[in-house]
């Protein structure tokens, strides 16, 4: 029995229909779901993932399979897949993450996937300038992930980017936009307080109320 095979059959046998229609309702019923709490979920994958940890290949062909799935406990196992296997991502992978953010996009994938391209930039300068690009797309959600991919990087901050990728998110009415962007300014406050209760003065009467109430939680 091939690896996705098995993991979906045992997705099946804990299958929990009541939690199924509460998580699905608090996505908005946008997705199903086999109403799987994370720590059971993790612990059904646990041992496959250190064996593909040990394997050193990231299975790309599995992952989209993965994500093709209608039920989101199997888009939840590509991140658990790609933040076990983060030493052996890349720069050159990144092209086709952003295949998975566009696909069956919504806040819960795009704030996982961001986090894994936070990974690379550590290693790799190049996903600095990239993500500035990818903020000034028309997607929301891409723009959202080149917001939110620096949430976890604390004193390895690329401030001149961050600024840079947040001016060009400014003046727009979007929820998840706005969201996302006080979001990671209140994050980088407990790194950097001063930089950013800066900005906030500086960007103030071009941010949406709701970045700016976001942004100032422990300032």
């Known amino acids: 029995m091939n690896k996705y095979r098995s993991i ?11 939690k199924a229609i509460s998580m699905s309702k608090y996505m908005r019923n946008k997705f199903l779901f086999f109403g799987i709490a994370t720590p059971e979920r993790r612990k059904i994958y646990n041992e496959f993932l250190k064996i593909e940890k040990k394997n050193g290949v990231v299975d790309w062909n599995f992952l989209f399979q993965c994500y093709k799935n209608e039920y989101r406990e199997f888009q939840y196992l590509v991140y658990d897949y ?33 986090q894994v391209i936070g990974n690379i930039a550590i290693k790799d300068e190049r996903v600095h300038q990239l993500m500035l690009e990818w903020s000034s797309e028309e997607n929301i959600w891409i723009k959202r992930t080149a917001i939110e991919y620096q949430l976890r990087l ?21 929820f998840f936009i706005n969201k996302a962007i006080g979001w990671a300014l209140r994050e980088y406050s407990k790194t950097n307080r001063e930089w950013v209760i800066s900005f906030i003065q500086e960007q103030q009467d071009k941010m949406d ?11």
């Open 209 to 219: 109320i709701l970045s700016v109430k976001e942004a100032s939680k422990y300032l």
């Open 154 to 174: 604390k004193e390895k901050t690329n401030t001149r980017i961050l600024e840079n990728i947040i001016i060009n998110s400014l003046n727009t009415d979007e």
């Open 8 to 18: 979906e059959e045992q997705f099946e046998k804990h299958r929990n229909e009541i």
């Open 82 to 114: 790609l933040l076990k296997m983060r030493e052996f991502l890349f720069y050159e992978d990144i092209s086709k993450i952003r295949e998975l953010i566009i696909a069956k996009s919504w806040w819960d994938t795009i704030d996982f996937l961001a």
